[in-house]
T-cell receptor, first 115, second 111 residues
Framework: GAGVSQSPRYKVAKRGQDVALRCDPI?????LFWYQQALGQGPEFLTY????????KSGLPSDRFFAERPEGSVSTLKIQRTQQEDSAVYLC?????????????FGPGTRLLVL | RKEVEQDPGPFNVPEGATVAFNCTYS??????FFWYRQDCRKEPKLLMS???SGNEDGRFTAQLNRASQYISLLIRDSKLSDSATYLC????????????FGKGNQVVVIP
């Protein structure tokens, strides 16, 4: 079956532009996570949804970052007034339920470059 | 202090050799531990979970030392296809199932 998909795969933005990154989780997966991976680093947690509820947004680096999942499936991560330090790969992951032991499946990521 | 510390390497390994590396984690109450594999410019994929009793999957062996708060991964009979970054991952207690990643150990298997 289809895995997690993300779009766009690549995005170049000028500093100050707003961007929107989309994640389509595996069908039926309840939990959805966003991570940010800077070059040479491991992924860093941004936010977590269970269905449409955003249960944890402690990893969002500033109020320029906003995520939503209004119908409990597709999610959008929006970054307003992008800065050069926002350049990174943004990874989305989903898992079937909400328990700790469930495997998180990652999408291919959106590679964002802010000039 | 970062939640998960790893020495990034690179680890240059002759084909057929054994390589081992480990990571340390800071949250002593963490309950779940994993190794993920990430190929260049690809997404992380689960390699194996790590259990208190240790576990083995083919040429890969993972161990957990709760007292010292470290996790290890050993790869035997290295193949060229094992070249990748191996990410140590912990779910911190009270972390809402979020994964805390180390920087990763970059392994390059040399013919």
């Amino acid at each position: 079956g289809a895995g997690v998909s993300q779009s766009p795969r690549y995005k170049v933005a000028k500093r100050g532009q707003d961007v929107a990154l989309r994640c389509d989780p595996i069908s039926g997966h309840v939990s959805l996570f966003w991570y940010q991976q800077a070059l040479g680093q491991g992924p860093e947690f941004l936010t977590y949804f269970q269905n449409e509820a955003q249960l944890d947004k402690s990893g969002l680096p500033s109020d320029r970052f906003f995520a939503e999942r209004p119908e409990g499936s597709v999610s959008t991560l929006k970054i307003q007034r992008t800065q050069q330090e926002d350049s990174a790969v943004y990874l989305c992951a989903s898992s079937l339920g909400g328990s700790v032991q469930e495997t998180q499946y990652f999408g291919p990521g959106t590679r964002l470059l802010v000039l | 202090r970062k939640e998960v510390e790893q020495d990034p390497g690179p680890f240059n390994v002759p084909e057929g050799a054994t390589v081992a590396f480990n990571c340390t984690y800071s949250n002593s109450a963490s309950q779940s531990f994993f190794w993920y594999r990430q190929d260049c410019r690809k997404e992380p994929k689960l390699l194996m979970s790590v259990y208190s009793s240790g576990n083995e999957d083919g040429r890969f062996t993972a161990q957990l030392n709760r007292a010292s708060q470290y996790i290890s991964l050993l790869i035997r009979d290295s193949k060229l296809s094992d070249s990748a970054t191996y990410l140590c991952v912990v779910i911190p207690e009270g972390g809402n199932n979020r994964l805390a990643f180390g920087k990763g150990n970059q392994v390059v298997v040399i013919p």
